[in-house]
């Protein structure tokens, strides 16, 4: 492989890109915030923080510099996490390349603003810049697809040149990468997911059982399309790798961070507290507020969405969410 990639984020699915890409012959350099981390992987080849247990690639180069991380790169990778993301995007603006590709694999709504990472780059970027916009997502667990198991993620761009550079350049025999035109779509399902898992976590803490995991899992597919289709989504989106597929893996996965947080909520643990345990962020916490506010701004109905805005930051206790939700008024299943 020919290209120039910069990874900007060291997190465990920056670590395990930028590694992957590695191992295919790109010439990667991965940004990390933390000096300590970046020496690190340096010395030992190893991200002991958030990937411990996966060697890196001999020919994975690591930076604290975002100017040596981003300045010439073809691709640039974004994997900061999304509440973070526009003060990572001005100062990499002025470092981009002209023609240069951004790829954003973190999955979130911006709180402040309600905008989705496409938005943001449109916004802080110059134009010609973000148009070579393209999302990764879809059901992918770091860990695994360190250790090489078999995955399916979907690279989304609204230029389908993009999309199929970005699909060439991440795909392997373990990592199988599709194209899709929707980015809205894929982007509202990745970041929605995050705040129906964290509701599915609440359900295995109280120990409700698989019938109610399963109904939110369906209802939350259903909150998701709603509010992809209101920001100009194709419905069929949704019902694929970043809306279906990672609705399922989230809500499920032992390895969920956002069903962790959920689980925990539900043995009655307090947000700050278990917050306070974590190491690597959890989008769903943020995102439940902000897909919240977006759904209310644009008249979108969300219930379990709300509820879980409500027990993450009013204190409404699991159980009586759960009441309030089966005991809506009756309705028809597609309403």
């Given at each position: 492989m020919s290209e120039r990639i910069g990874v900007i984020g060291a997190g465990s699915w920056g670590t395990t890109l930028a590694n992957l890409l590695a191992k295919k012959g790109a010439d990667v350099t991965l940004w990390a915030y933390e000096p300590e981390l970046v020496a690190e992987m340096r010395e030992r080849r190893v991200n002991s923080l958030f990937l411990p247990g996966i060697e890196l690639s001999a020919g994975l180069?690591?930076?604290?510099?975002?100017?040596?991380?981003?300045?010439?790169?073809?691709?640039?990778?974004?994997?900061?996490?999304?509440?973070?993301?526009?003060?990572?995007?001005?100062?990499?603006?002025?470092?981009?390349?002209?023609?240069?590709?951004?790829?954003?694999?973190?999955?979130?709504?911006?709180?402040?603003?309600?905008?989705?990472?496409?938005?943001?780059?449109?916004?802080?970027?110059?134009?010609?810049?973000?148009?070579?916009?393209?999302?990764?997502?879809?059901?992918?667990?770091?860990?695994?697809?360190?250790?090489?198991?078999?995955?399916?993620?979907v690279a989304a761009a609204t230029d389908q040149t993009v999309a199929a550079l970005v699909q060439r350049v991440f795909a392997t025999p373990y990592f199988r990468v599709y194209t899709n035109g929707d980015v809205m779509g894929v982007e509202i399902g990745g970041s929605l997911k995050n705040v129906i898992a964290v509701a599915a976590g609440i359900s295995d803490g109280l120990g409700l059982g698989h019938n109610t995991r399963a109904a939110l899992i369906t209802r939350g597919l259903a909150e998701m399309t709603r509010l992809g289709v209101a920001m100009g989504a194709d419905p069929a989106t949704f019902a694929g790798l970043a809306g279906m597929g990672d609705l399922v893996l989230t809500c499920t996965g032992d390895l969920s961070r956002n069903r962790t947080v959920g689980m925990k909520l539900g043995q009655g643990m307090r947000l700050a507290e278990i917050l306070g345990e974590m190491r690597m962020v959890a989008e769903g916490v943020k995102t439940a507020e902000s897909a919240w506010r977006l759904a209310a701004r644009i008249g979108v109905e969300m219930p379990i969405t709300e509820k879980v805005y409500q027990v993450l930051y009013e204190d409404k206790p699991a159980r009586q969410a759960v009441l309030e939700l089966?005991?809506?008024?009756?309705?028809?299943e597609r309403g």
């Open positions: 180069a690591f930076t604290n510099s975002l100017e040596e991380a981003a300045a010439g790169k073809d691709i640039i990778l974004l994997v900061s996490p999304s509440q973070v993301m526009r003060t990572v995007l001005r100062q990499l603006a002025p470092l981009l390349r002209p023609g240069v590709t951004l790829v954003n694999a973190s999955k979130g709504i911006e709180l402040d603003t309600m905008m989705t990472v496409d938005q943001v780059c449109a916004e802080v970027l110059p134009a010609a810049i973000a148009r070579r916009f393209c999302v990764l997502s879809g059901p992918s667990f770091a860990r695994e697809v360190a250790q090489e198991m078999p995955t399916a993620v089966m005991t809506r008024d009756p309705k028809a």
